[in-house]
């Protein structure tokens, strides 16, 4: 860590000052008096200093911000960056200060006083699952980036609405794209349902959805990151099992892909993946929901981060909804019922104060 002692002074007219380099104390030149206020401590480094004074100034490396130190945190000297909209929170991790904006309903971010950077989580509306031993939801497409440019003003926030779950023999249904100005996450993918001699349904989403289980005729999954952005959004779903134990496919995930269904056994939903910007700590979302299998077989779990599992029980047997605002796909349904909806979509924005 590098600094610069610096006195105050008072130059004569018409005298030049010169400062050292770097890391050198600044030599008061001839004719110059100095007017007895302490020194004050410029550093350049990549992390925080130590027992700061206050008016002590920071240049921080990694972020390229320059601070000055109020007695008690540190300040950003200039182009200050500040913007409203959704909850607004902070933390502090690993010594630097967070202001974040979630959003779990659609609104506006607007950023109010420079242009600046901010890191985001923008994750669609997980999908609905089919029933009728259906397959999972597809997770909401899931894109996520650090150190985005965003202007000054308005930018629009619309939250993805979960998919609503298959009566019976009816697939799942996509879920809604979420956005944040020019970034836009796909919804995630409907899964299909069993029907007499096959599936009917389903669709390809953010992650895709899985596929029904069936007798005769063929049950794919679906593809995901319909978006086509790198890194993906989310992976396909898996298939479902069409012998006579018949099962469905696990919805995809954000994290993988959907588990194909087995004989008598519904697949698992693709993983969920963590992301810790609106805390500071890890947090799960976009699972792929649970594959629903034929009554008294065993069903999909979903794949974590508030995914809906499937259901394979006799009687009254619905699959699993996900969590609000957790982009996770819904449960498969058991024979004859209803598949899970998938969980709406959520906005997180962070950035340095």
Do not use: C, Q
Not at 158 to 166: C, K, N, R, V
Not at 218 to 228: E, L, Q, Y
Not at 265 to 288: H, K, L, M
């Amino acid at each position: 860590m590098s600094k610069i002692n610096v006195n105050t002074w008072e130059p004569e007219s018409g005298t030049d000052m010169t400062m050292g380099a770097s890391g050198d104390t600044v030599t008061v030149p001839s004719g110059v008096t100095t007017t007895g206020f302490s020194a004050a401590k410029i550093y350049s480094s990549s992390s925080a200093p130590g027992s700061p004074s206050v008016a002590d100034v920071w240049y921080d490396t990694v972020n390229n911000l320059a601070k000055i130190w109020n007695g008690t945190a540190w300040d950003v000297m200039s182009n200050v960056f500040s913007a409203a909209g959704g909850t607004e929170t902070t933390y502090t991790a690993i010594g630097v200060d967070y202001k974040v904006h979630t959003f779990t309903s659609s609104g506006t971010f607007t950023v109010t006083d420079a242009s600046g950077s901010i890191d985001y989580l923008v994750l669609a509306g997980g999908a609905g699952a089919g029933g009728n031993s259906g397959g999972g939801g597809g997770a909401g497409g899931y894109r996520t980036a650090s150190g985005f440019s965003i202007a000054i003003g308005d930018h629009t926030v619309t939250i993805g609405a979960g998919g609503a779950g298959g009566v019976n023999e009816v697939g799942g249904t996509i879920g809604g794209n979420s956005v944040l100005g020019s970034i836009t996450s796909t919804g995630g993918g409907g899964s299909s349902a069993r029907i007499s001699g096959g599936v009917t349904g389903g669709s390809a989403g953010g992650s895709g959805g899985g596929g029904g289980g069936g007798v005769g005729g063929s049950a794919p999954g679906f593809a995901g990151n319909s978006g086509g952005y790198t890194p993906v959004e989310g992976y396909a779903g898996g298939a479902g099992y069409t012998g006579a134990t018949f099962a469905g496919g696990g919805g995809g995930g954000s994290g993988a892909v959907g588990v194909d269904g087995l004989s008598g056994v519904g697949g698992a939903g693709g993983s969920s993946t963590n992301n810790s910007y609106r805390t500071g700590s890890p947090e799960a979302r976009a699972g792929g929901g649970g594959a629903g299998a034929a009554e008294g077989n065993t069903a999909g779990a979903g794949g974590g981060g508030g995914a809906g599992a499937g259901n394979a029980a006799t009687g009254t047997a619905p699959g699993g909804s996900a969590t609000a605002n957790s982009g996770s796909g819904g449960g498969g349904g058991s024979n004859g019922d209803t598949g899970g909806a998938g969980g709406s979509g959520i906005v997180i924005i962070r950035y340095i104060v």
